[in-house]
Structure formats: C-alpha cells, structure tokens
C-alpha cells in the first residue's frame, strides 16, 4: 500500500533556506501574461503562473439578461471560474461545484471595487475564467488576468487588481504557494490588491496563522503586487505595440 505524506514527513525547505522547486522565501513562480488571445471577446487574456494556466474572456458592458438581475444605478459583474476536466491530475467532474461558486463570487467582487459600474447601468460585463491547468493559486492567476482582459474589452477601471498569495510552510512564511507547498504546508492566504488605492479586495485564509505571520504574508503578496502590476501593464503594451507597428506595416505598404 502506498503511504500518502502528512504534513510531518515531508519537507519544503532545505537546509539552504530553498524550497522544493528551488525558490526563496519571496520568490515568485515564472508569470507570463499575453493579451488579446481571442478574436471573438470584448477583451482576453492569457496567464501562465508557474504550473497554472488560465484563459479569459470578457464580454460587455451589455445589456443584462434576465431583465430582473439589471441595476438601474450600475452595471453588474459576473466572473464564472471554471476549472476544466483536464486541469488536474484526477479528472475533474465537470460543471459548478461548491468551490467554483465560491471562486466565482468573490473574484466579482474584487473586481467590482476596482471597475466604474456606475458609467454602466443595467448592463452586465461577463468574465469568463477557464483553468486549463491547475497547480495552486488559480484564483490569484484568474483574477490577475481577469483586470488585464477587462482592459482589453476597454472597460474603465481604478486600476488593475492585482492577486497574489502567500503561505506557511515547514513554520515559514512564504510567497505564493505551488500545489505541493500547498497540500503539505500549514497555511495559504490569497489575497488581492488595487495598487494605486491600497486596497484589499479579496482575503482569504486556509490553515493558521500567528498575527505577526498574518502581517508577513500580508507584506510579501503587497511587494509581489508592484511587480505582477508591472507585468499587466508590459502585457497591455506589448499588444498594442504590435498593432501600431502592423499599421505602419500597412501604410507604407
Ligand atoms: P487555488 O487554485 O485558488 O489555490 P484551492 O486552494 O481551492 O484554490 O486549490 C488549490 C489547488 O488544488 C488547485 O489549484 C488545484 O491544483 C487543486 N484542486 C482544486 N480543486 C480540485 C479538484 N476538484 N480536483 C483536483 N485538484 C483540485
């Protein structure tokens, strides 16, 4: 019979201070964003974050339908996070389950705080957030696309949100969690960020931590946040790099 590990028999962190995949304490996963992925959205995007890997799509501001979930006063948004069957080691049953539900709400939500609803009443923006690949922090990688394609669909924002976890592992606090750290450390603490108002838009906390391990974490997803926000923005510019340059092509063509 095979033996699963507990959370006692296998370790994260190694003698060096390194953890299984070779990272730092602060180090993030590898994060690539591409925008403008799908031809037939308002607005896309695509993020590869370590093993994740996450596509969105945005349609709207349209009109809201069934008549009766329109607000008169703003526009209402409906993120739908879906994992596919394929995304994980064990086929995933498909369809909404319970977590999905729960992914769904809070990551509208974040994004409500951050998008200017009330230029739209009575519309709703749909976003879309397929997981082709799971591999632990897909809500954070969601969400981070999720502001990137609503930019795309030319929708006004605050700013981008911008998610990002940190976690206890071997008694360590530590950035953003891979699935292993995930299932044999103590804690996970998805977070996510409006960097230009500091706010928190979403917290959540799986396992303990100790108030002063709470503010650790809390601090190193808010410096990881400056970077990934970066990251959004060089993806943004990047697209509508290569349009402008294809234009030029065309005139002097
Ligand atoms: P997040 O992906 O945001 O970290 P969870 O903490 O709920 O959300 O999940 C952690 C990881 O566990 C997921 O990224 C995925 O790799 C895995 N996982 C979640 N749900 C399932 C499932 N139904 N079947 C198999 N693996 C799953």
């Known amino acids: 019979m095979i033996e699963l590990g507990t959370q006692s028999d296998i370790k994260l962190i190694n003698e060096e201070g390194l953890r299984n995949d070779g990272r730092k304490f602060n180090e993030l996963r590898p994060i690539r964003i591409e925008v403008g992925v799908l031809n037939r959205a308002d607005g896309s995007a695509y993020i590869e974050w370590g093993g994740n890997k996450v596509l969105v799509a945005v349609y709207g501001p349209r009109e809201a339908f069934p008549k009766h979930t329109q607000n008169p006063s703003r526009a209402i948004i409906n993120a739908r996070y879906n994992m596919a069957a394929f995304s994980v080691d064990e086929r995933k049953r498909p369809g909404p389950d319970r977590r999905a539900i729960e992914i769904s709400k809070v990551i509208s939500e974040a994004l409500e705080v951050a998008v200017f609803t009330e230029q739209f009443p009575r519309t709703s923006i749909d976003?879309?957030?397929?997981?082709?690949?799971?591999?632990?922090?897909?809500?954070?990688?969601?969400?981070?696309?999720?502001?990137?394609?609503?930019?795309?669909?030319?929708?006004?924002?605050?700013?981008?949100?911008?998610?990002?976890?940190?976690?206890?592992?071997?008694?360590?606090?530590?950035?953003?969690?891979?699935?292993?750290?995930?299932?044999?450390?103590?804690?996970?603490l998805p977070m996510a960020i409006i960097p230009r108002t500091d706010e928190i838009v979403l917290l959540q906390m799986d396992g303990n931590f100790s108030r002063e391990e709470l503010e650790q974490a809390v601090e190193l997803s808010k410096k990881a946040a400056t970077y990934i926000s970066n990251l959004q923005r060089e993806a943004l510019m990047a697209k509508y790099k290569s349009q402008e340059s294809e234009k030029e092509g065309e005139r002097s063509e």
């Open 127 to 188: 976003v879309y957030i397929e997981v082709l690949q799971a591999d632990a922090g897909t809500r954070i990688a969601g969400l981070t696309a999720a502001s990137v394609a609503l930019v795309d669909a030319g929708i006004p924002m605050k700013d981008m949100v911008v998610g990002c976890a940190a976690g206890k592992i071997d008694g360590k606090v530590v950035l953003d969690l891979n699935k292993e750290e995930d299932n044999f450390g103590q804690a996970d």
